[in-house]
């Protein structure tokens, strides 16, 4: 099955930095690959996506890219601001309804102001 | 995105009873949802997925006479903790799967005294 790792597990930057979170997945069959935001006691909210047709993804301050050969993808979050304080989970899977997601191992994220 | 709802939000209850978690899709039909528990700082594990129609299916350590799932809709699937104890305290969340993402409920924590 597919396994997925993260990190790194906690990184702190500074206001206005950026931070980057990867993801290594092993299953060349996974074809999309979410990113979600938790904050302490709340659900996951998807923050961006990106599917293996795409490269590169970008919504704002946040960007996703994807290295099928290599098999990892990143989280790039640029500014950073305080509210960004959170875990982040990457996860993989194939995009065919009902499959499972596999989950990275979430990595704490704290910007200080 | 898709609502998932569920309830209760908190619950408190003594060793050796039962609880029932409820998660529903508010706007859409789930053929298939998932349970996980989290515990703190820790990434989502899954627990079982739960088929419209069908028996759900666990992963592995997990044990389904203690934690019964039923996907009795399309809308509606339920996990009931039996015979509660201390260690099963934690944060149950469930998902509802479309066609590419997974929507989160907001979460049960379940403190077992």
């Known amino acids: 099955g597919e396994n997925v790792e993260q990190h790194p597990s906690t990184l702190s930057v500074q206001e206005g930095d950026s931070a980057v979170i990867k993801c290594t997945y092993s299953?060349?069959?996974?074809?999309?690959f979410p990113w979600y935001k938790q904050e302490l006691g709340k659900r996951p909210q998807l923050i961006i996506d990106?599917?293996?047709?795409?490269g590169e993804k970008k919504d704002q301050r946040i960007a996703v890219t994807l290295n099928k050969t290599a098999k990892h993808f990143s989280l790039h979050i640029t500014e950073t601001q305080p509210e960004d304080s959170a875990v982040y989970f990457c996860?993989?899977?194939?995009?065919?309804?009902?499959?499972?997601?596999?989950f990275g191992t979430g990595t704490s994220l704290t910007v200080i102001p | 995105g898709a609502v998932v709802s569920q309830h209760p939000s908190w619950v408190i209850c003594k060793s050796g009873t039962s609880v029932k978690i409820e998660c529903r899709s508010l706007?859409?039909?789930?053929?298939?949802m998932f349970w996980y528990r989290q515990f703190p700082k820790k990434s989502l594990m899954l627990m079982a997925t739960?088929?419209?129609?069908?028996?759900?299916?666990?992963e592995q350590g997990v044990e389904k006479d203690k934690f019964l799932i039923n996907h009795a809709s399309l809308t509606l699937s339920t996990l009931t903790v039996t015979s509660a104890h201390p260690e099963d305290s934690s944060f149950y969340i469930c998902?509802?799967?479309?066609?590419?993402?997974?929507?989160f409920g907001p979460g049960t924590r379940l403190t077992v005294t």
């Open positions: 299953d060349s069959a996974s074809n999309y």
């Open positions: 998902s509802a799967s479309g066609k590419y993402e997974q929507y």
């Open positions: 996860a993989a899977t194939t995009s065919n309804t009902g499959n499972q997601f596999y």
């Open positions: 739960s088929n419209e129609g069908s028996k759900a299916t666990y």
């Open positions: 990106i599917r293996s047709n795409v």
């Open positions: 706007d859409f039909q789930a053929t298939t």
